[in-house]
């Protein structure tokens, strides 16, 4: 880039995980994007008990805006905060104000700054607005300079395109290798399968398939349920509930199960190419990884030598029952070694650079 970005990021909260499954992604980017010399002010709303639930500090590689959430006039207080930015982001999901701040964040577009519309759910959040001709988002999408997604590939790409959108570009997940890593094992989170997921509306029948019929079918099997929202599900005798695992934890409990099991939401499966953060976060702490089966996922690892792909319960335990701890360490250490040479948010961040770069050469 020719000089340092002054970034303004409206999201939903750099500091606190708490129902709030962005939080790795926006710290491997921001902290990402610091590193290389920009300035980034994120601002997020005091909404959803996230300030109570803090698990960390305002870091050093951001500036955090924390403002209150009574009502739209504390949103545009904090967008006339993020006035003359050099690029202004608003990320979908903030979850208090969304429809205010993207109609309102584009009228802080000048010719010397660019805002983005940045879709952390894109296939959700496309699947809204297909399926509403009258969904507010869609008449502002053409208007922002650039959208930027968590994943969803090609799929995603188009139906931007459909909608209009002058550029989209998927930022995919990624590794933070300084945050997630191999620990000791800590035997809090010893078992034979672990799932590190929040209850959400459009995950929870995957999650009944993959992991709770999976548990029931092998009693022999001890799994292990990390995440917020399922104290009144009537669980399997062998699934034990940790509640909210905080971020600090995350690599303690991909270092200590067998295995560890991602279940994408009913979205982001029918898209494909979209990897959540607990597949970085497994895979640079070095733990063997079965996923449910999408497309794409070979664009990141590859199936059978660095992950392990299962399209049922009964696929689950046959992986549980076939992979000893020699051949589980082997899958976890290679797909560490792609992440760290493929997939890291120091990765994405230069990709962000070189699109900016390029538009300004466009621009100019």
């Avoid at 006039?73 to 993207?102: H, I, M, P, T, Y």
């Avoid at 990624?174 to 989170?189: E, K, N, S, Y």
């Avoid at 990141?300 to 701890?325: C, K, M, T, W, Y």
């Avoid at 797909?335 to 948010?345: C, F, K, Q, V």
Wanted: glycine content about 8%; charged content about 25%.
């Amino acid at each position: 880039m020719p000089s340092p970005l002054r970034i303004a990021f409206f999201g939903s909260s750099l500091v606190s995980s708490y129902w709030n499954g962005a939080a790795t992604y926006y710290r491997g980017i921001v902290r990402a994007l610091h590193q290389r010399g920009h300035r980034v002010t994120f601002f997020e709303p005091d909404a959803f008990e996230r300030q109570q639930h803090r698990d960390m500090d305002d870091p050093e590689w951001a500036d955090v805006v924390v403002y209150p959430a009574n009502g739209e006039g504390d949103a545009a207080g904090a967008l006339e905060q993020a006035r003359g930015a050099d690029l202004v982001v608003k990320a979908s999901g903030v979850g208090v104000f969304d429809e205010f701040l993207e109609r309102e964040v584009l009228a802080l577009r000048s010719p010397s700054t660019w805002v983005a519309f940045w879709d952390v759910d894109a296939p959700a959040t496309l699947e809204r607005m297909l399926s509403d001709p009258q969904d507010p988002l869609r008449a502002h999408v053409p208007r922002y300079d650039l959208v930027l997604t968590y994943g969803g590939g090609q799929r995603v790409i188009d139906a931007y395109l459909g909608l209009d959108a002058r550029e989209c570009v998927p930022i995919y997940n990624a590794l933070d290798p300084d945050t997630h890593h191999p620990v000791p094992m800590d035997h809090r989170f010893a078992a034979d399968l672990g799932f590190l997921g929040n209850r959400l509306p459009d995950r929870e029948q995957r999650v009944h398939r993959f992991f709770f019929d999976a548990a029931r079918k092998a009693p022999e099997f001890d799994y292990l349920l990390g995440g917020s929202g399922w104290d009144d599900v009537d669980l399997p005798t062998n699934v034990t509930r940790l509640g909210h695992v905080p971020t600090r934890d995350h690599n303690a409990f991909n270092c200590s199960a067998h295995m560890v099991l991602n279940i994408n939401r009913d979205s982001m499966a029918r898209f494909g190419f979209s990897p959540p953060t607990r597949v970085f976060e497994a895979a640079g702490a070095g733990a063997c990884l079965m996923t449910d089966a999408w497309d794409g996922i070979e664009m990141f690892l590859e199936p059978g030598r660095e992950v392990l792909i299962a399209d049922s319960a009964e696929q689950v335990n046959q992986h549980l029952r076939a992979i000893g701890p020699v051949l589980a360490r082997q899958i976890g250490e290679r797909a560490r070694a792609r992440m760290l040479r493929e997939h890291t948010y120091a990765h994405r961040a230069v990709q962000l650079e070189s699109l900016l770069e390029a538009r300004l050469r466009a621009a100019a």
